[in-house]
């Protein structure tokens, strides 16, 4: 009851439903491209594990397959389309790219079968890595919101927190949840520190895990000897919170933490040299790689999603010979 007087008073809610509505009444049409897109997306303002589920697809289907990942690159100091990762080169610096398609750009650097670029027209930047690179996959970073590119497959990572989350301003989902109807599939994310059931309209669900988590150090080599060190734990999110969770159940020693906005590019930032710190991936690439900053690291495991993927790319491919 109380969710539908916010709407009704919320006048970001009419935007979302009228822009929606263009679309799905065809006033507004998404543009297709000549390979499969997998968009990997989220309801909220971020801090879903997006990042982690691309990195877990790129990974997997990069075996079998030449596949661009295709961003925004949110925040970025650049415009237009560019490379980041040209089929495993490294062509971008953070800036230029965005802290997210860079760090997976870093992530890929070496793998010939993955590129990564940047663009705010997500169409016209697959057009344009297509005249450049044969592909046989787009992975759409980000992409539920932005439905100008046709997408084959769309993939929506929940957090516990979105099911009870308000749309923008008054909470911090993009959409309500009643625009998952659009998702082919829901990916239930942190499963391993925070568990939950959802289901909607029997849409399939999957579950993403983290497991292995270790600490790196500045040259991203495992580190081991933390047990005796008190961090300072540092990190601009969607979700910082999130992150101090995690290490504080991993049983790691944090005497403070530092909480920045999403995105924030840590400019003015001077960590003290008698003091330990600690962050993710993404944030460390935007800092300057010192010997008293550490990284922890995890891999993503989702059951069952490499399969239910590999069957839509198939399907695809199949219907487009005949």
């Known amino acids: 009851m109380w969710q539908s007087i916010i709407n009704a008073v919320n006048p970001y809610f009419y935007i979302v439903i009228f822009r929606n509505l263009l679309y799905d009444f065809g006033v507004f049409k998404p543009k297709k491209v000549p390979v499969p897109v997998i968009s990997v997306g989220n309801l909220s303002c971020g801090g879903t ?7 877990f697809l790129a990974d997997k289907l990069s075996q079998d397959t030449s596949l ?6 949110y925040r970025r100091k650049s415009k237009g389309f560019k490379w980041v990762l040209k089929e495993g080169r490294l062509l971008g610096d953070v800036y230029e790219a965005g802290d997210e398609p860079y760090l997976l750009a870093r992530l890929f650097e070496g793998n010939p079968r993955v590129s990564v670029a940047v663009c705010e ?13 044969e592909l046989n996959l787009i992975i759409l970073d980000d992409g539920f919101q932005h439905r100008a590119l046709y997408r084959d497959l769309d ?8 099911l009870s989350d308000r749309l923008l301003p008054f909470g911090r989902l993009r959409e309500p949840k009643s625009s998952l109807k659009r998702a082919q599939a829901l990916i239930l994310a942190y499963q391993e520190i925070c568990p939950f059931e959802f289901s909607f309209e029997n849409k399939p669900v999957f579950k993403m895990y983290r497991k292995n988590f270790r600490l790196l150090n500045h040259e991203l080599k495992p580190f081991e000897a933390y047990n005796t060190i008190e961090f300072i734990a540092f990190s601009a999110l969607g979700d910082n919170e999130q992150f101090f969770t995690t290490l504080e159940g991993l049983g790691i020693k944090l005497k403070e933490k530092l909480s920045f906005p999403d995105h924030w590019d840590y400019k003015g930032f001077t960590p003290r040299e008698d003091e330990f710190y600690l962050t993710t991936l993404k944030d460390f690439v935007k800092v300057r790689p010192l010997p008293n900053i550490f990284v922890v690291d995890f891999e993503v495991d989702v059951p069952g999603l490499e399969e239910f ?3 839509v790319i198939f399907r695809k491919a199949c219907s487009g010979c005949g």
């Open 49 to 55: 594990g997006k990042t982690s589920v691309v990195r």
């Open 68 to 73: 661009l990942i295709l961003s925004r690159g």
């Open 121 to 133: 027209k997500r169409y016209e930047g697959a057009l344009q890595a297509l005249k450049e690179v």
């Open 155 to 162: 993939l929506v990572l929940i957090k516990r927190k979105d």
């Open 309 to 311: 993927v590999k069957d």
